[in-house]
C-alpha cells in the first residue's frame, strides 16, 4: 500500500486531482480507433485518405489515428464526413460508442492505478474525457473503480460546448469539483489533452503510453510516469506545487 503522508501547507497545493480516462487510466486509444475504423468502412467518408479495399488494416488504423485530435466524437465526426444536420452527427457519433463498448470488454488498467486511487481518499477526484458518458460507465465499471468518482464529478463531452484542445472539459471539472484550477493536478497522456489542461492553468503529469517521457517533458509536463506504481507518496506530488508556487 503506497504511504501517504500528511500533505504539507504550501502556498499552493492538490487538492483535486482530475484524470483523463482513455490510454491514462486504461488502455484503451486502440479500441476506439478500431471502433473508428470500422464505422468509416461502413459509411465511406472522403474527408479521409481510407484505403477501402484492405479493411482494418494497420495503414487504415494509422490514417485516423492522426487524423484525431482528442476532440468529442461529434466534433470528429465532422472532421470525417464534413458537415452533416445535427441530428446525423449524432447518431453517426452514437454507433462509434456502441462499438467501442461492444469491443472494450477485455480491460486492463494501467499499472497501480486502482492503488493510487485508494490513496486519495482526502482528495477530491474527477474525470475530464473525451468518451461519451455511456463509454466512460462502461471503463469505470470493467475495472471497478467507478466508485472512487462522483457521477457529477465527472465530464464528459455533453457537458461542454467545446472539447480538447480547448481549456473547457478541465475548467468544468475544476468547477464540478468546487477547486481552484491553480489547485488541480491533472493527469494527461495526449497533446490535445495537456494542451487543455495546461490553458486551464493546472499542472500535469504526463501518462507515457503513447509519449514518450522525454517528450511529455518537451510538451511541459510537470512531471512524466510509465505508470502510477512511480508515484511513492502524495508529498512527493505536493513538492511539484511548491516549486511553482
Known amino acids: 500500500m503506497m504511504k501517504v503522508p500528511s500533505v504539507m501547507p504550501y502556498a499552493k497545493s492538490i487538492q483535486a486531482i482530475i484524470f483523463d480516462m482513455d490510454d491514462t487510466m486504461v488502455p484503451t486509444m486502440k479500441t476506439h480507433f ?10 465511406s467518408p472522403k474527408n479521409i485518405g481510407l484505403d477501402y479495399k484492405v479493411g ?3 495503414e487504415n488504423l494509422a490514417t485516423v489515428e492522426n487524423a484525431y485530435n482528442g476532440c468529442t466524437s461529434e466534433e470528429f465526426v465532422n472532421i470525417l464526413f464534413g458537415n452533416m444536420p445535427k441530428e446525423k452527427v ?16 477485455d480491460l486492463t488498467e494501467i499499472k497501480g492505478l486502482t492503488q493510487f486511487l485508494e490513496a486519495l481518499s482526502d482528495i477530491k477526484r474527477g474525470i475530464a474525457s473525451s468518451t461519451s458518458r455511456p463509454g466512460i460507465e462502461h471503463v469505470l465499471n470493467k475495472l471497478n473503480i467507478a466508485k472512487f468518482f462522483k457521477p457529477e464529478n465527472i465530464i464528459d463531452p455533453s457537458k461542454v460546448s467545446r ?16 477547486v481552484s484550477p491553480e489547485n488541480c493536478l491533472v493527469f494527461e497522456d495526449s497533446r490535445g489533452g495537456i494542451k487543455s489542461a495546461q490553458s486551464a492553468g493546472m499542472r500535469i503529469i504526463g501518462v507515457a503510453t503513447s ?28 513538492e511539484l506545487f511548491k516549486v511553482f508556487a
Open 34 to 43: 478500431k471502433a473508428w475504423t470500422d464505422l468509416c468502412l461502413k459509411h
Open 56 to 58: 482494418i488494416s494497420a
Open 90 to 105: 449524432q447518431a453517426l457519433a452514437n454507433e462509434r460508442e456502441d462499438l467501442f463498448i461492444k469491443q472494450a470488454d
Open 163 to 178: 472539447g480538447k484542445p480547448y481549456p473547457d472539459p478541465y475548467l468544468m471539472a475544476a468547477k464540478a469539483l468546487d
Open 211 to 238: 509519449i514518450s517521457k522525454p517528450d511529455l517533458m518537451k510538451l511541459g509536463v510537470s512531471r512524466a510516469i510509465k505508470d502510477y506504481t512511480e508515484i511513492k507518496s502524495l508529498d512527493e506530488l505536493n
